[in-house]
């Protein structure tokens, strides 16, 4: 109990948790999408594989950007809110047009997320546990559950989203 006190204490804390989570959970699910948008945009299986390794070697690069431009200003509220609106942008794409310009942008987006994202999530959750608390691991658990929950609610709204794309798509043939 102590620990979900300490997580609702801090504002900054309880919103490193919750966009870490958000982050989490559209990350592993984004990519459940994206193949089978490519392909069904006329992207064949041999440009699949060049892309999603072009795509690596982005996140990798900007990884390393950001370990080595990382500072107190990349690592407060203004990161969360970007963290957030490139998330948001990442997923308006994926739902919006099919063409190939689309879902690469949203890709490129997710990417980002990709890159930024495990360092400054735990970085920013232990920050804002107070020095001093004696919770700090079971904060840093109930955190990694809420990341598995929501990323199961993700996953299982991924599922029904593309089968019902994928239903549109067949009855518009």
């Known amino acids: 109990m102590d620990a979900i006190k300490a997580a609702y204490s801090s504002k900054m804390l309880l919103a490193s948790i919750l966009v870490g989570a958000v982050a989490f959970a559209g990350m592993r699910t984004g990519f459940n999408?994206?193949?089978?948008?490519?392909?069904?945009?006329?992207?064949?299986?041999?440009?699949?594989?060049?892309?999603?390794?072009?795509?690596?070697?982005?996140?990798?690069?900007?990884?390393?950007?950001?370990?080595?431009?990382?500072?107190?200003?990349f690592s407060g509220p203004l990161t969360l809110v970007l963290i957030s609106l490139t998330f948001v942008i990442s997923a308006g794409i994926a739902i919006g047009p099919d063409s190939e310009l689309a879902i690469v942008c949203a890709i490129l987006c997710h990417q980002i997320i990709r890159a930024v994202y495990p360092s400054l999530s735990v970085y920013l959750i232990n920050v804002n546990i107070a020095a001093n608390s004696s919770s700090r691991t079971t904060i840093l658990s109930l955190a990694a559950l809420l990341r598995s929950?929501?990323?199961?609610?993700?996953?299982?709204?991924?599922?029904?989203?593309?089968?019902?794309?994928?239903?549109?798509?067949?009855?518009?043939?």
Do not use: C, E, W
Request: aromatic share 14%; proline share 2%; net charge positive.
């Open 149 to 173: 929950l929501i990323a199961a609610l993700f996953s299982f709204g991924m599922a029904l989203f593309a089968d019902d794309r994928t239903n549109h798509h067949l009855s518009l043939s």
């Open 33 to 73: 999408l994206y193949q089978p948008m490519l392909l069904a945009s006329g992207v064949n299986v041999a440009q699949l594989g060049a892309i999603f390794a072009g795509f690596s070697l982005f996140s990798a690069a900007i990884a390393y950007a950001y370990s080595k431009l990382r500072s107190s200003a």
